[in-house]
């Protein structure tokens, strides 16, 4: 099959959406963003790729906690909704019905079947986004999103993102079980 | 809904499944990874993190230089193969037919419908992975998964990867238009 060459582009796809929380100015706030993804296994850290002059980005640097929230299909529209207004000039508190867990000033989304509360530990800066590393305190999940104690991913049903078509996707099937599936092939 | 706390895991999922790529003793070498996404917008850059023990990690140090190429279901045994194997015992050379871009010792993979050349731009390094900072430098692309000249994600028909039941997925039915869907909520 023939290669066609692009101008580098944001391609490594898709990421899941997720809904970063901070508090700003007392008040919870969340934007939705796709440069988000773990990073470390042991501890488990999470790097968030965010512009540093969101509203959300100056919570996270001021307290240094946040959330990461997984939206899903359900809340498509509240989601996208978080990402076309400021929390500078919107009021993001009305739009979830949050909770708290062990850390201050990490309010997490009670729709979101998924929740992650972070401890900010190291931030990177590139000419234009801000990589906050946040390693992960706790996770909250919803009773019925878990199988055997662990996350049940066609329950939780988390939202992915593709560009540059600006995809909101949904999880497909299951193809196979890694570490496993390979065992049978030869080179 | 009542919500259960779980000590943490890495479960900001899913995420793309990538096949690194990197010249090792003259060899291409490549490893899937899913703790792989974007962390910037401009200049593209990917966050990578990966086990620094690991023989792909060693050809990254030394050359500068690696591929991030996304395999599909249609390659799923090989994928996995490269997973359960070390090049440092596997000679992997032979289970990928490779192609060059315009970077040295960044072997990309023909069979990948999507694969991206990077420029090592700074490293991470966190208790048991290291975090590889690619600069994308140019990306591949079938023709047939094209559209409009961009990627056209259920062509590309990425895979996705879960933790902790290690599921191999993909990418399911599409939801919404970001920046899009939102417009007529209101909180």
């Given at each position: 099959?023939?290669?066609i060459?692009?101008?580098?582009?944001?391609?490594?796809?898709?990421?899941?959406?997720a809904?970063?929380?901070?508090?700003?100015?007392?008040?919870?706030?969340?934007?939705?963003?796709?440069?988000?993804?773990?990073?470390?296994y042991?501890?488990?850290?999470?790097?968030?790729?965010?512009?540093?002059?969101?509203?959300?980005?100056?919570?996270?640097?001021?307290?240094?906690?946040?959330?990461?929230?997984?939206?899903?299909?359900?809340?498509?529209?509240?989601?996208?909704?978080?990402?076309?207004?400021?929390?500078?000039?919107?009021?993001?508190g009305?739009?979830?019905?949050?909770?708290?867990?062990?850390?201050?000033?990490?309010?997490?989304i009670?729709?979101?079947?998924?929740?992650?509360?972070?401890?900010?530990?190291?931030?990177?800066?590139?000419?234009?986004?801000?990589?906050y590393?946040?390693?992960?305190?706790?996770?909250?999940?919803?009773?019925?999103?878990?199988?055997d104690?662990?996350?049940?991913?066609?329950?939780?049903?988390?939202?992915?993102?593709?560009?540059?078509?600006?995809?909101?996707?949904?999880?497909?099937?299951?193809?196979?079980?890694?570490?496993?599936?390979?065992?049978?092939?030869?080179?």
């Amino acid at each position: 099959m023939k290669k066609i060459r692009l101008d580098p582009g944001p391609f490594v796809l898709p990421m899941p959406v997720a809904l970063i929380g901070a508090m700003v100015d007392d008040a919870p706030n969340f934007m939705p963003a796709a440069f988000v993804g773990i990073v470390n296994y042991e501890p488990v850290v999470v790097a968030c790729g965010l512009n540093p002059r969101h509203h959300t980005a100056t919570g996270i640097s001021s307290n240094g906690t946040f959330s990461v929230n997984l939206p899903g299909a359900d809340i498509v529209e509240a989601t996208d909704w978080c990402g076309l207004h400021s929390g500078r000039q919107a009021d993001k508190g009305d739009v979830f019905e949050t909770f708290s867990g062990r850390l201050e000033y990490a309010p997490m989304i009670k729709a979101c079947r998924l929740a992650a509360e972070c401890r900010l530990v190291k931030t990177v800066e590139f000419p234009a986004d801000t990589v906050y590393f946040g390693e992960v305190a706790n996770v909250y999940v919803d009773e019925a999103a878990l199988k055997d104690g662990a996350p049940d991913w066609p329950v939780i049903a988390p939202l992915l993102f593709t560009f540059p078509d600006k995809g909101y996707w949904k999880l497909g099937d299951r193809v196979a079980q890694a570490w496993s599936v390979g065992k049978g092939y030869r080179p």
